[in-house]
């Protein structure tokens, strides 16, 4: 599985959008990107799941560049409750035996009055 | 439609004791995963459970075990407990055939002391 590196934390004011970025320099081919959120004492919520440009649901946007070695989640207006750690992750779920999801330490995100 | 559960909420255990945690997938889901997250950290892999076998296990010792029942739920065993086995155990229940997002559950907080 791919190794990814994100920021240890970030800080956002309410009501701003944020972007928190992650690198996947080997990614393979048949990877996807996926992100979750954790809040404190919480099992980790998936929120977005991409393979390549833009993806968007109700709650974030996520963004991959052409070579898809890194994406961007992007969280419009945030707001206080969206305090947690979001976790990247790059795999290959359509393997039968690659369903392991591998976090990294995730990036803790601080939503600011 | 009920998403996973887990029980007990907490537990504390003595060291040398065993220990059995128990999960309830998503209604629908075949597949039920594993995970070790320790205070600060991202959740590490166990094993993965499917059709009552485990197909996929993570650099953990055969202390841990586990099982899957024809309902799909799991159970989780840990013998000789360590106090460095205190964590939030995280079960996750997803589809074989897809797709590939993980439902995680509350998780149970174990204390070894």
């Known amino acids: 599985l791919a190794k990814t590196t994100q920021p240890i934390s970030m800080d956002s004011y309410e009501g701003q959008e944020v972007n928190i970025t992650c690198s996947h320099n080997n990614i393979a081919t048949n990877d996807y990107i996926t992100w979750y959120q954790q809040f404190p004492s919480q099992g980790p919520r998936f929120i977005i799941q991409?393979?390549?440009t833009k993806v968007t649901n109700e709650v974030a946007s996520l963004f991959i560049p052409a070579d898809r070695k890194s994406s961007t989640l992007s969280l419009p207006r945030v707001s206080l409750s969206d305090t947690a750690v979001y976790y990247c992750?790059?795999?290959?779920?359509?393997?039968?035996?690659?369903?392991?999801?591998?976090f990294g330490p995730g990036t803790r995100l601080s939503a600011l009055p | 439609d009920a998403g996973v559960t887990q029980s007990p909420t907490h537990l504390i255990k003595t060291r040398g004791q065993q220990v059995t945690l128990r999960c309830s997938p998503k209604?629908?889901?075949?597949?039920v995963s594993w995970y070790q997250q320790a205070l600060g950290q991202g959740p590490q892999f166990i094993f993965q459970?499917?059709?009552?076998?485990?197909?996929q296990r993570g650099n953990f010792p055969d202390r841990f075990s586990g099982h899957q029942f024809p309902n799909y739920s799991s159970e989780l065993n840990v013998n000789a407990l360590l106090l460095g086995d205190s964590a939030l155990y995280l079960c996750?229940?997803?589809?074989?055939?897809?797709?590939?997002?993980?439902?995680f559950g509350p998780g149970t907080r174990l204390t070894v002391t």
């Open positions: 996750a229940s997803s589809l074989v055939q897809g797709p590939y997002e993980q439902y």
């Open positions: 459970y499917y059709e009552e076998e485990e197909r």
């Open positions: 209604s629908g889901h075949d597949t």
């Open positions: 992750l790059v795999g290959d779920w359509r393997d039968n035996y690659g369903q392991n999801f591998v």
């Open positions: 991409g393979y390549k």
